[in-house]
Each structure stands twice: as C-alpha cells, then as structure tokens.
C-alpha cells in the first residue's frame, strides 16, 4: 500500500502482484481541509489523521505494511558524522540532541530515525 499525504489530498493505493504486472486492488483520493492547505506547518495532526482513516475506509485496503510520502516541507534530513562504535542508545541520544538544532516545535511532536551508512569517507 502507498500513502501519498500532500498539500492537497491523502492519496491511497493499494496493489498486488502475483507472477505478472502490478494489478491494481483499492485506491482512494481524500481532500484536505482548506485550512490545512494554507498552512500544514500549523495543522492538527488529528484533523490530518482523520482525512487519512477516512480515506483507509473508502479504499477498504487489506494490507498491513504502507510506504508513506510526505512533502518535503514536512520532512528534515541531515547526515551526521558521528564516532565509530556507538551503541543503538548512544546513536539515539544523539540524533535527538542534533534534531533539537533543526527543528522548531517540540520534539514529542516529531517522529525521529536514523540509519547507520557505514564509514565516513574523511574518517
């Protein structure tokens, strides 16, 4: 399944493959409220939920696992160089301490991950 949440509308599709071309099992296109349209810096989450459930019941999806995508005003990446041999939790710590530098709401707000891409290049 893919959730495309955007400025606009929360787009859903779902499909399936079996031996032969995706074949197409649910899709559904759900308009967001005006409001979060002007400015989704500001919008509820909850008001952003709910468009997403209502557009989950219209396509009546089976599946369990999504792919989202989100607008890139919504979404901050930056890589990190960070000491050899730091444990999960160390890295963790880490990355929270560096997200507080980046972005400007309170981090309970935000959803953090990170991913390890091997050794730095200039170290």
């Known amino acids: 399944m893919g959730v495309d949440i955007g400025s606009h509308t929360i787009k859903i599709v779902e499909l399936s493959r079996s031996n032969g071309p995706f074949q197409l099992e649910a899709y559904a296109v759900e308009p967001l409220p005006a409001t979060l349209m002007d400015d989704q810096t500001s919008a509820e989450p909850k008001s952003v939920a709910q468009v997403l459930l209502k557009a989950l019941s219209a396509a009546s999806v089976s599946a369990r696992e ?3 995508a989100l607008p890139d005003t919504h979404v901050i990446c930056k890589h990190l160089e960070v000491d050899a041999g730091l444990s999960d939790d ?29 050794p730095s290049p200039n170290n």
Do not use: K, S
């Not at 890295?91 to 091997?118: C, M, N, S, T």
């Open 66 to 68: 999504a792919v989202v």
């Open 90 to 118: 160390e890295l963790e710590l880490y990355v929270r301490l560096e997200a507080e530098q980046y972005i400007p709401y309170a981090l309970d707000e935000a959803a953090l991950d990170f991913d390890v891409l091997g």
